[in-house]
């Protein structure tokens, strides 16, 4: 057994929590996060059935606003967020010039002048730097907020009705509250910021709020929702959570070798909008032809592939595990990988490279789970 | 389930305990509990010929792979079938029902006692 301990030097305003809930902790983009609190796999299925309490306050969120708010965002990201309404959301990808993967990010209208950007913990430096220069010939001002933005998740089927008789929870219309739809509210005396977003393919709430205040919600969540079996959930469960609902993880789906078409998301490109956007020439030129593309795959017995094995039609490499696990849910293994585009059509039999054991595999559409209706 | 003050360890997270010629092996709790949920274990077959610090297994949870390192040289006499066919007693009793391979050896290289290896993860 070899084990990489942490090395971190940032810490969550809920670390004191977590540490008292006997938390094991891993190191995320530089922040000591919880992995666990318990059991991951009890974690997992607790937001499939339930509810699970996820603390993300290392993301990313800076605010753009000022009269050209719009047009500025409309050429620094990918998608076109003028068109999107004050309380919707959108998820967005930032390109380099090549159309290379930036980052993905969930946008808000939180105004008309007013744009919330949700970034990755590893990625919050690089798209505040790119969104303060790319907005700079726009009439806005970028400002990152991520050191006084706390952020709690609430996913699961029961997270609306925890969430409704949390006492202190201010907040006008969040019953009725739409998928990618966001409002404003308070938690006591303070300023609360409601989303229905997540990344664990199930109903959720994502929470903004100040630093000061996230104890205090976090344990009037955790004391309303105890009764309807909700628990805390680390970032192990998170992962296998986002996996089973086919969402790319920055580093392992996308990054800045890959294009956007090849994760499967050309759809959040729009190329239809008027005017340049960092990344247009390159993604409308499009990757070469040969460019892997991913796919998913799914196996039987319960040795997962990893990310980083090979994937093999016969005995040629044709791809490469991004990510993967044994499926909590659906109880084999499952994975995402870049494959050759030969390979990636739905049917095709290949195997991974398992530690040096061929392990058969076959391409299915992801997601690998979704949620009934 | 023995006392853990009388197991013997590696730097490698593993448990030892040792009755006259046969150790028995599994992973500490420390080991356990930074892999999460065990849900596949491999093991060696009873009869085969182990080398001290090979290779030899693997302990796979939901978010990682752990590999089972021979603590001794030797030949494997038994490996727990219980814990193939339910890797989760790995985390639920790591140092009883989660044993993972017994080995006949000659001779036993040196291993840490149980304060060692308190002091080693620092708890």
New interface residues.
């Given amino acids: ?3 990489q301990l942490p090395t971190t030097d940032r810490l969550s305003p809920l670390n004191d929590i977590h540490v008292a809930a006997g938390a ?1 902790f891993t190191d995320f983009a530089g922040w000591q996060m919880p ?2 609190y318990d ?3 009890v974690e ?1 299925h607790a937001v499939r059935t339930a509810a699970g309490l996820f603390d993300l306050s290392h993301m990313g969120e800076i605010l753009v606003l000022g009269p050209e708010a719009s047009d500025a965002l409309d050429y620094a990201l990918a998608g076109k967020l003028s068109a999107i309404a004050v309380g919707q959301a959108k998820y967005s990808l930032m390109l380099d010039r090549d159309g290379g993967i930036v980052d993905d990010l969930v946008v808000y209208r939180t105004g008309e002048d007013r744009y919330l950007v949700v970034a990755n913990a590893s990625n919050r430096e690089v798209v505040a730097a790119e969104l303060l220069n790319r907005c700079s010939p726009f009439d806005c001002a970028v400002e990152d907020e991520s050191d006084n933005i706390a952020l709690i998740a609430v996913q699961g089927p029961r997270a609306l009705e925890i969430l409704l008789e949390v006492p202190g929870i201010g907040v006008p219309g969040l019953a009725e509250l739409k998928y990618y739809r966001a409002i404003a509210g308070e938690f006591g005396e303070h300023a609360l910021f409601v989303a229905r977003t997540g990344y664990t393919g199930e109903n959720g709430y994502e929470l903004y709020l100040s630093p000061e205040v996230a104890p205090a919600l976090w344990d009037a969540i955790m004391e309303t929702g105890a009764g309807s079996g909700l628990v805390p959930a680390g970032l ?1 469960s998170r ?2 959570l986002r996996l089973e609902a086919g969402m790319p993880l920055y580093g392992h789906e996308l990054g800045l070798d890959t294009q956007p078409a090849q994760a499967g998301l050309g759809r959040v490109v729009a190329l239809g909008k008027e005017g340049d956007f960092v990344g247009r020439a390159a993604v409308e030129a499009g990757a070469p032809a040969d460019a892997r593309v991913l796919v998913g795959l799914q196996m039987s017995g ?3 592939g ?1 990310a980083g094995y090979a994937v093999l039609s016969g005995d040629a490499t044709v791809g490469e595990i991004t990510s993967g ?2 499926s ?1 849910t659906l109880g084999y293994p499952i994975a995402m990988a870049y494959v050759d585009p030969a390979a990636s059509v739905t049917g095709t039999e290949l195997t991974v490279d398992v ?1 040096g054991t061929a392990i058969p595999a076959s391409v299915v559409p992801l997601p690998f789970y979704s949620r009934e209706a | 389930m023995p006392d853990r003050k009388d197991l013997q360890y590696t730097a490698e997270h593993e448990w030892v305990l040792v009755e006259d010629d046969v150790a028995t092996v599994g992973i500490t709790a420390y080991a356990a509990d930074k892999l999460g949920d065990v849900v596949f274990v491999d093991l060696p077959e009873a009869g085969s010929d182990i080398a001290s610090g090979s290779v030899v297994g693997e302990i796979e949870s939901t978010k990682s792979v752990g590999e089972l390192f021979a603590p001794v040289d030797g030949t494997v006499t038994e490996s727990n079938q219980a814990v193939v066919d339910a890797p989760e007693l790995v985390n639920s009793d790591p140092f009883g029902e989660g044993w993972l391979i017994r080995v006949r050896f000659e001779a036993l290289p040196e291993l840490m006692s149980f304060d060692e290896y308190t002091a080693l993860v620092g708890e």
Wanted: positive net charge; hydrophobic residues 35%; proline residues 5%.
């Fill in positions: 057994m070899t084990h094991s992995v666990r059991s991951d796999l997992h192990a992962d296998t319960r040795r997962a990893r696990a044994l909590p530690r």
